[in-house]
């Protein structure tokens, strides 16, 4: 009813201004049908969920602890009232803040805001003083009736936690400065100068009052709010960095929260938590989310020393005292904050989703009061768990079936058809299989005692076959294969192995692909392999020992597993430059050897003149060719194809080398020689016929003939 009158508010102020201008009619028209759409849907969506109802089972038996615990869009924070009475629970959109009613398990009020809530306290036992830190610098004040006050702080604020004593607010965010409003004089007071750039977190301890401060530089200051001075300063940054974590970038601090006197808890950027005692520098763990994400909440189970931290996408519950993780819960959409319901085994969860989260876990606590009936609904769920419908009957294939013996069955109310097969009473069926297979047993204790015996022999020496050629290449592919089999930190490809590819099988057969480990090549490329083969060398012996052993007796002899390949990997890595060094002094000596006995080589041997005979009929002239031809060289072109005119269609040049040069000329066919005589006759014909301009002169006597 009171969202169909909200529409109704909204028509009647569309209605008015109607009639005032007629510019806004288009709009105001819009904003009406908008209004009713909404309120269609939203009926519209009840109505489908009641017909799922009746529908669906498993949506019949959930559990809807509180009616319409939901926001419109996303929900943002989410606290519980000191007397658990109210859930106070804050979104968008449009950004509002409901509170619903525990006792009557609903909505109890619901409040539209002018911007989005950053976060929010309620200072009160119930629900009538409230503190909004607005993501526009606004801090409003709420009392039962609604907005009571608002003020604006100089910087955009991030947190805020209240100091009882002095009911002084501390308020940080981007600025070094911590801002101080007091609720009892109504004005702010001297803020407190921090070292750092900006303030993401803060928190008062409940016991003594220290306020603390996460940095965004990684840094906790703590400061007592009775003299106003620093007492300490935590640099969590440096502490989060451990052997086993991977950090990009700074940590800044995310997340902040006491716990007694002595115990604080810090949440950074990068997802990891920190549990320090304040007598120390020093963290007392430090636990990694393992996702790289800023953690977004951190709460206190004190009953089983518990710490429960959540970033975005998981919460885990683990021990505060050994690390060790108790249980985690991975939503599907993203986490924005977590309460936890005061003496209890409730959390409540905002997030990313229009739906708020509620998990009861019975072993973190009792049910609250006024959901008591958890607790007996749990015990239920225990002691009588639910069977499935093909609980009490096997499935059988038609082969099953006449192996059996029962295939006379088949359309009898016996069987039930079901896929490929039939459904059958499994008391029907032990009886049948007991009855025609009575040795059944002595076949499963069989079984179970070559299990036993082939565990046994998984402890022993495992035997591996090499190949004929290239045992030492196949052995070193078998420990690359373990070595990717190991679990690592890091998630890498399975390469194929060599071994069980067809493709490289004459490889390990044919001795014409045997490496050559004493190549020059090989040794360059590969320069500790001498190391690494002598290793190999005395594992190939061992296995060939054991093949030995295995062909003269029966079964496998047991023993321990060789420690050769425990080799110091690091004194390889350390001598991999000298070894390099190695190889290439010993290379230049061998090439130094074999210089000095082709030297020996060349001066036993004495050279004498070889003298070639010319065959019949050919002249030794290369040296005056040669001399002809770079005489030639330096004429003209024209010059040079009159001589080649002259000596005829072909001629024949040699070269100081003693290769040949040959010209020719083809012989033309009688219609070119007829077609080039009478061209030249032509030519002829025309200088006759031309006639000089050597009688021609100018009229000015001293130039020349035209």
Same mark, same amino acid.
Request: aromatic residues 8%; charged residues 35%; proline residues 4%.
């Given at each position: 009813?009171?969202?169909?009158?909200?529409?109704?508010?909204?028509?009647?102020?569309?209605?008015?201004?109607?009639?005032?201008?007629?510019?806004?009619?288009?709009?105001?028209?819009?904003?009406?049908?908008?209004?009713?759409?909404?309120?269609?849907?939203?009926?519209?969506?009840?109505?489908?969920?009641?017909?799922?109802?009746?529908?669906?089972?498993?949506?019949?038996?959930?559990?809807?602890?509180?009616?319409?615990?939901?926001?419109?869009?996303?929900?943002?924070?989410?606290?519980?009232?000191?007397?658990?009475?109210?859930?106070?629970?804050?979104?968008?959109?449009?950004?509002?803040?409901?509170?619903?009613? !525990?006792?009557?398990?609903?909505? =109890?009020?619901?409040?539209?805001?002018?911007?989005?809530?950053?976060?929010?306290?309620?200072?009160?036992?119930?629900?009538?003083?409230?503190?909004?830190?607005?993501?526009?610098?606004?801090?409003?004040?709420?009392?039962?009736? /609604?907005?009571? @006050?608002?003020?604006?702080?100089?910087?955009?604020?991030?947190?805020?936690?209240?100091?009882?004593?002095?009911?002084?607010?501390?308020?940080?965010?981007?600025?070094?400065?911590?801002?101080?409003?007091?609720?009892?004089?109504?004005?702010?007071?001297?803020?407190?100068?921090?070292?750092?750039?900006?303030?993401?977190?803060?928190?008062?301890?409940?016991?003594?009052? $220290?306020?603390?401060?996460?940095?965004?530089? /990684?840094?906790?200051?703590?400061?007592?709010?009775?003299?106003?001075?620093?007492?300490?300063?935590?640099?969590?940054?440096?502490?989060?960095? !451990?052997?086993?974590?991977?950090?990009?970038?700074?940590?800044?601090?995310?997340?902040? =929260?006491?716990?007694?006197?002595?115990?604080?808890?810090?949440?950074?950027?990068?997802?990891?938590?920190? $549990? @320090?005692?304040?007598?120390?520098?020093?963290?007392?763990?430090? %636990?990694? +989310?393992?996702?790289?994400?800023?953690?977004?909440?951190?709460?206190?189970?004190?009953?089983?020393?518990?710490?429960?931290?959540?970033?975005?996408?998981?919460?885990?519950?683990?021990?505060?005292?050994?690390?060790?993780?108790?249980?985690?819960?991975?939503?599907?959409?993203?986490?924005?904050?977590?309460?936890?319901?005061?003496?209890?085994?409730?959390?409540?969860?905002?997030?990313?989703?229009?739906?708020?989260?509620?998990?009861?876990?019975?072993?973190? *606590?009792?049910?609250?009061?006024?959901?008591?009936?958890?607790?007996?609904?749990?015990?239920?769920?225990?002691?009588?768990?639910?069977?499935?419908?093909? &609980?009490?009957?096997?499935?059988?294939?038609?082969?099953?079936?006449?192996? $059996?013996?029962?295939?006379?069955?088949?359309?009898?109310?016996?069987?039930?058809? @079901?896929? +490929?097969?039939?459904?059958?009473?499994?008391?029907?069926?032990?009886?049948?299989?007991?009855?025609?297979?009575?040795?059944? @047993?002595?076949?499963?204790?069989?079984?179970?005692?070559?299990? =036993?015996?082939?565990?046994?022999?998984?402890?022993?020496?495992?035997?591996?076959?090499?190949?004929?050629?290239?045992?030492?290449?196949?052995?070193?592919?078998?420990?690359?294969?373990?070595?990717?089999?190991?679990?690592?930190?890091?998630?890498?490809?399975?390469?194929?192995?060599?071994? !069980?590819?067809?493709?490289?099988?004459?490889?390990?057969?044919?001795? &014409?692909?045997?490496?050559?480990?004493?190549?020059?090549?090989?040794?360059?490329?590969?320069?500790?392999?001498?190391?690494?083969?002598?290793?190999?060398?005395?594992?190939?012996?061992?296995?060939?020992?054991?093949?030995?052993?295995?062909?003269?007796?029966?079964?496998?002899?047991?023993?321990?597993?060789?420690?050769?390949?425990?080799?110091?990997?690091?004194?390889?890595?350390?001598?991999?430059?000298?070894?390099?060094?190695?190889?290439?002094?010993?290379?230049?000596?061998?090439?130094?050897?074999?210089?000095?006995?082709?030297?020996?080589?060349?001066?036993?041997?004495?050279?004498?003149?070889? #003298?070639?005979?010319?065959?019949?009929?050919?002249?030794?002239?290369?040296?005056?060719?040669?001399?002809?031809?770079?005489?030639?060289?330096?004429?003209?072109?024209?010059?040079?194809?009159?001589?080649?005119?002259?000596?005829?269609?072909?001629?024949?040049?040699?070269?100081?080398? *003693?290769?040949?040069?040959?010209?020719?000329?083809? %012989?033309?066919?009688?219609?070119?020689?007829?077609?080039?005589?009478?061209?030249?006759?032509?030519?002829?014909?025309? =200088?006759?016929?031309?006639?000089?301009?050597?009688?021609? %002169?100018?009229?000015?006597?001293?130039?020349?003939? #035209?």
């Amino acid at each position: 009813m009171g969202r169909t009158c909200v529409g109704r508010i909204n028509l009647v102020k569309g209605e008015e201004q109607l009639g005032r201008t007629g510019d806004l009619v288009n709009k105001h028209f819009k904003l009406i049908l908008t209004v009713i759409v909404f309120l269609f849907l939203q009926w519209l969506s009840d109505r489908k969920k009641r017909a799922l109802q009746k529908k669906n089972v498993d949506v019949r038996r959930r559990i809807e602890l509180i009616q319409d615990f939901d926001m419109p869009t996303v929900s943002t924070k989410i606290k519980v009232s000191k007397d658990g009475q109210y859930i106070m629970a804050a979104g968008t959109y449009k950004p509002r803040i409901r509170c619903f009613d !525990t006792y009557q398990l609903s909505l =109890k009020f619901e409040r539209c805001l002018d911007s989005e809530v950053v976060t929010f306290d309620i200072l009160s036992d119930d629900y009538s003083k409230i503190v909004f830190l607005q993501c526009d610098r606004y801090v409003e004040f709420h009392s039962q009736h /609604g907005r009571y @006050y608002r003020t604006r702080i100089p910087k955009f604020g991030r947190d805020f936690s209240y100091h009882y004593p002095s009911c002084d607010l501390y308020f940080v965010g981007a600025s070094s400065e911590v801002y101080r409003l007091n609720l009892e004089q109504g004005r702010y007071l001297n803020s407190l100068q921090t070292d750092a750039s900006e303030n993401n977190v803060c928190d008062i301890n409940p016991i003594h009052g $220290l306020f603390a401060t996460g940095a965004a530089e /990684g840094k906790v200051e703590c400061w007592d709010p009775r003299t106003r001075n620093r007492v300490g300063v935590l640099d969590c940054a440096l502490s989060s960095v !451990t052997v086993d974590t991977e950090i990009d970038g700074l940590p800044s601090i995310s997340a902040l =929260k006491f716990n007694g006197a002595l115990n604080m808890a810090v949440g950074t950027s990068t997802g990891q938590v920190l $549990l @320090y005692d304040l007598r120390s520098n020093n963290p007392l763990i430090v %636990k990694d +989310h393992q996702y790289g994400l800023p953690i977004k909440s951190i709460e206190f189970q004190d009953p089983l020393d518990l710490i429960i931290s959540a970033d975005s996408r998981i919460i885990k519950m683990w021990n505060k005292d050994t690390g060790k993780i108790f249980t985690s819960m991975e939503p599907e959409h993203d986490i924005n904050d977590v309460c936890l319901y005061p003496n209890s085994g409730m959390l409540l969860t905002a997030n990313e989703d229009p739906k708020m989260n509620i998990y009861y876990i019975p072993v973190l *606590g009792p049910a609250p009061k006024w959901c008591s009936f958890l607790d007996n609904l749990t015990e239920e769920l225990e002691e009588n768990p639910e069977s499935t419908v093909y &609980d009490d009957y096997k499935f059988v294939t038609r082969k099953d079936l006449e192996n $059996l013996g029962l295939a006379h069955l088949i359309g009898s109310p016996l069987l039930r058809a @079901y896929m +490929h097969g039939f459904f059958m009473d499994i008391r029907l069926y032990h009886k049948v299989k007991m009855m025609v297979n009575p040795f059944a @047993y002595e076949e499963y204790r069989k079984e179970k005692i070559r299990q =036993k015996i082939e565990e046994t022999r998984a402890q022993r020496v495992q035997l591996k076959k090499l190949p004929k050629v290239n045992k030492e290449l196949a052995l070193k592919l078998i420990e690359e294969e373990e070595e990717q089999q190991l679990p690592r930190k890091k998630k890498q490809k399975n390469l194929p192995n060599i071994l !069980t590819d067809d493709r490289f099988k004459v490889m390990f057969e044919n001795p &014409d692909f045997q490496v050559d480990e004493k190549s020059e090549e090989f040794r360059l490329l590969n320069p500790l392999v001498s190391k690494i083969s002598e290793k190999r060398k005395k594992k190939l012996k061992i296995l060939e020992q054991q093949e030995a052993q295995e062909q003269e007796e029966e079964e496998e002899p047991e023993g321990k597993p060789s420690d050769a390949e425990s080799s110091e990997t690091s004194d390889d890595e350390k001598g991999w430059v000298e070894e390099v060094r190695k190889q290439r002094k010993l290379l230049r000596q061998e090439e130094k050897v074999k210089r000095q006995e082709r030297f020996k080589e060349d001066q036993q041997t004495t050279l004498k003149p070889q #003298f070639f005979e010319i065959k019949a009929g050919e002249e030794f002239r290369s040296f005056k060719d040669s001399a002809k031809k770079q005489k030639l060289m330096k004429k003209t072109l024209g010059d040079r194809l009159k001589l080649e005119e002259k000596l005829g269609i072909l001629s024949v040049s040699d070269t100081t080398v *003693g290769s040949k040069q040959m010209t020719f000329k083809l %012989k033309k066919s009688g219609q070119q020689k007829k077609q080039q005589e009478a061209e030249k006759q032509h030519h002829l014909e025309r =200088k006759q016929l031309r006639r000089s301009a050597g009688h021609l %002169k100018s009229k000015r006597g001293r130039r020349g003939p #035209f």
